[in-house]
């Protein structure tokens, strides 16, 4: 694995990151696509292959290997990647599945970390972990977390951190020739995050996961634990972070120096019926947030708001029109809103299937456009500009 920094943007940074030999080159800020056994939900492989130029590197998690099919199937067909037929594509194997489990800390002990798995509540160790991980030869991994929310004491915290240090030097003591991301933990706490950091950092890893975001933090005081984490991280390392997938917490990660995420944004937003339209260039998000699609007196009659539309909604039953006008996804170029609304309301999985794709396009295109920003040394006000002009839609939304 190699990643080097082309270019910054006050602190966010612009990177390429090759996967190995056989491994594609990814520029980072990129979107890991989730999976589900180590594919889209809803996307069928030889879509996916067409989905998107940048959609080469996937998320995903050991735990749904453990029993179904077992670590052993999996290292007897060769690893995921030949499983799955995607020899070209990047694997991240992350050990937190936030759909299924969000992780609370609870039922964790010295033993292993506590997931909620299809087959039940699991306690998983280090050697289990490995046992999937090793099986699994993704191209980069994240060690075994013991991950616990924002509102958790300080005594659990300290023992969060001590835990997860303890659990990456048995994973590496286990682990074949893969490269590993150390999980840096510490809940709310700079202090404890900080420690977790410059410890993590003094490990022979790869790069660094910063673990336990998204659980309960608030988000004024997320920049400072994101920032004080990678101020106590080497530069030349890749960072990647879970939990953090709306784009308004992937703005604050970038402008922290984050490089890789994984997000269930877009996967939920499929779930719910509802499609991205939120302007995803940077000429788009530079030169205003105006929604070209719905008017805003229409959002709160349809379930709607500046960033999405909802499908179900019944003010879509005749509207012919894409589901955002000019957006080269395979679902705007041949299907309108209207048939994605009657998929819906006659319970047609197509309807998923079409919504992920534009999702799923959508959110890439984002990311696209976040690097094109800090490529153009314009990071700071092209975030600036998305997030006020999210303010001002929900203020007009709220007013009507």
Known sequence: MEFVVRAWSAQARLGSLHLGATGPQLETPCLLLLTRKGLPAFIPPDLFHKLHPDALALQVSPLHFLDSPPP?????VGGLHKMLCLPEHGLVAVGRDSIMDEA???GTTKLGASFKTSFGRRIVGPVKYMEVINACKPNLWASLPD?????????????SVGRTL???????????DMGCLGVVVGGSSVEQRTHSAQQTATR?????SLGGFGLGEAAEDRGPLLEAVTASLPMEKP???SGLGMPEEVLQAVAAGVDLFDSTYPH?????????????TMEDILGGFANKNLAVEEWSKSDSDSAKICLRSVSFRLDESPLVDGCKCYTCRKHSRAYIHHLLNTHEMLAQTLLDIHNMYHYLGFFQAIREAIRANDFPVFHNQFISHRRQSTLLLSSQ
Request: with cysteine; proline share 4%; hydrophobic share 45%.
């Open 72 to 76: 052993e199937v999996v290292a007897e």
């Open 104 to 106: 609370d800390g609870e």
């Open 147 to 159: 991950e616990v929310p924002a509102w958790v004491s300080e005594k659990r915290n300290r023992m």
């Open 166 to 176: 303890q659990w990456l030097d048995h994973c590496l003591s286990l682990s074949t």
């Open 204 to 208: 022979n890893v790869a790069g660094f």
């Open 239 to 241: 960072r990647h972070v």
């Open 268 to 280: 939920m937003l499929t779930m719910g019926g509802y499609a991205m339209t939120f302007p995803a």
